[in-house]
């Protein structure tokens, strides 16, 4: 039995921005590497550090390892963020006034990857994660739409999730399990979904 936490990376240079990142690539701002100092001082100790390959979220785990001794961090493309097709670099305002209403009900344009693609991607991913390491504890830096598509596949409601702040999950075999929501950093206002 392996129980992952599964944490939202530290602000990218796109949240700040307000930019819709989906698989693009930007680094984390000041305040993303910050939060990354801050939550290492509190995570505690884990038996492996694994992270997307995108680097906001390798950036993420590699300040953590680095300041906490963990790792190697290993990454896994299956943990990166969902392909959110031809809304990768928009902001809010250039979405509604591209494709008015989509926003509000959940229509989604050309290229969006479909959420059960989302989930197979991170339930393979989990899987490896506990193959490699068996039991006890895994510390994973991804993206909050990694966390959704598990809480959703797990019958937990959507709530946003913020830089820094996470889910348990307990895989055990072939069951996964949701456990509680964490929040390493204190945030003051939420940066975006994507």
Do not use: C, K
Request: aromatic content about 6%.
């Amino acid at each position: 039995m392996l129980d992952v936490l599964i944490l939202r990376h530290g602000q990218s240079e796109w949240n700040a921005a307000g930019r819709w990142q989906g698989q693009a690539d930007p680094p984390l701002s000041d305040l993303g590497i910050a939060q990354a100092r801050e939550a290492a001082g509190v995570v505690g100790a884990f038996d492996a550090l694994v992270a997307s390959d995108l680097d906001r979220a390798v950036t993420t785990a590699r300040i953590i390892a680095d300041a906490t001794g963990l790792g190697p961090v290993v990454t896994d493309d299956g943990l990166r963020e969902r392909d959110v097709g031809e809304w990768q670099s928009l902001t809010r305002d250039q979405i509604e006034l591209r494709w008015p209403g989509h926003l509000a009900n959940g229509s989604r344009p050309p290229g969006w990857e479909p959420n059960e693609s989302v989930l197979t991607r991170a339930l393979a991913s989990l899987h490896r994660i506990a193959d490699h390491v068996g039991s006890g504890e895994a510390l994973v830096v991804a993206h909050g739409g990694i966390i959704y598509a598990l809480e959703s596949h797990l019958g937990a409601g959507f709530a946003s999730v913020d830089n820094l702040h996470g889910r348990w999950f307990r895989v055990d075999g072939a069951h996964l399990d949701l456990g509680e929501r964490v929040a390493l950093v204190d945030n003051d206002a939420p940066a975006p979904d994507i």
